[in-house]
């Protein structure tokens, strides 16, 4: 199972892998094939901004 745990969209197995990785400030783009099925498709992660608690150094 890879480190997100993503489910295959066609065949509901979790034993697939990160082919591509994209990013931008606001998102990231994974293209990710299944290692059973061969199914590929494309997941979008949101980027939030953490925010520093105050005392701590970052």
Same mark, same amino acid.
């Given at each position: 199972?890879? $480190?997100? @745990?993503m489910?295959?969209? =066609?065949?509901? *197995?979790?034993?697939n892998? !990160?082919? =591509? *990785?994209?990013?931008?400030?606001?998102? !990231?783009?994974? #293209?990710? =094939?299944?290692?059973?099925? $061969?199914? #590929?498709?494309?997941?979008? $992660? #949101?980027?939030?901004?953490?925010?520093?608690? $105050? @005392?701590?150094?970052?």
């Amino acid at each position: 199972m890879n $480190e997100a @745990g993503m489910k295959c969209p =066609q065949c509901s *197995t979790f034993n697939n892998k !990160i082919l =591509q *990785t994209r990013s931008s400030p606001f998102h !990231i783009k994974r #293209r990710r =094939q299944c290692l059973d099925c $061969e199914a #590929r498709w494309t997941t979008y $992660e #949101r980027v939030r901004p953490c925010n520093p608690v $105050e @005392g701590e150094s970052v």
